[in-house]
C-alpha cells in the first residue's frame, strides 16, 4: 500500500520561505511523477508543481521564480522550496505521486502565509 508522509507545512509572513518534504513508500514500481497540489478554503485543487522521474518540472504560473520542486528517487522523496511566500499562497499542500496511470496522495499539510 503506497504511503506518502508530508512535512514542512507552518505559518510564515510574506517574503519568507518554507519546504515541504513528502517521502513516499509502499511500491515497488518506480513513481512516474510527484508532485503537489494545493487547495485554498472555497477553491478548487489546483497543481502547483510536479516533477518527472527524469527531472522535468512544470510550474503553475503563479509560482514560477519562486518555488522549486526537486525529488530524491533514491529515497522516494520530494521536495517543494517555496520562497517568496505570499498570502495568496495560503492553502492546504498536498504532496502526490502517480504509478503507471493511478494517483494517491498524502494527508495533506497546511501552509499559511501572513502579510
Known amino acids: 500500500q503506497v504511503q506518502l508522509v508530508e512535512s514542512g507545512g507552518g505559518l510564515v509572513q510574506a517574503g519568507e520561505s518554507l519546504r515541504l518534504s513528502c517521502a513516499a513508500s509502499?511500491?515497488?514500481?518506480?513513481?512516474?511523477?510527484m508532485g503537489w497540489y494545493r487547495q485554498a478554503p472555497g477553491e478548487q485543487r489546483e497543481l502547483v508543481a510536479s516533477i518527472t522521474s527524469g527531472g522535468n518540472a512544470n510550474y503553475v504560473d503563479s509560482v514560477k521564480g519562486r518555488f522549486t520542486i526537486s525529488r530524491d528517487n533514491a529515497k522516494n522523496t520530494v521536495y517543494l522550496q517555496m520562497n517568496s511566500l505570499k498570502p495568496e499562497d495560503t492553502a492546504v499542500y498536498y504532496c502526490?505521486?502517480?504509478?503507471?496511470?493511478?494517483?494517491?496522495w498524502g494527508q495533506g499539510t497546511q501552509v499559511t502565509v501572513s502579510s
Open positions: 509502499g511500491s515497488r514500481f518506480r513513481f512516474n511523477a
Open positions: 502526490y505521486v502517480r504509478i503507471f496511470t493511478s494517483n494517491y
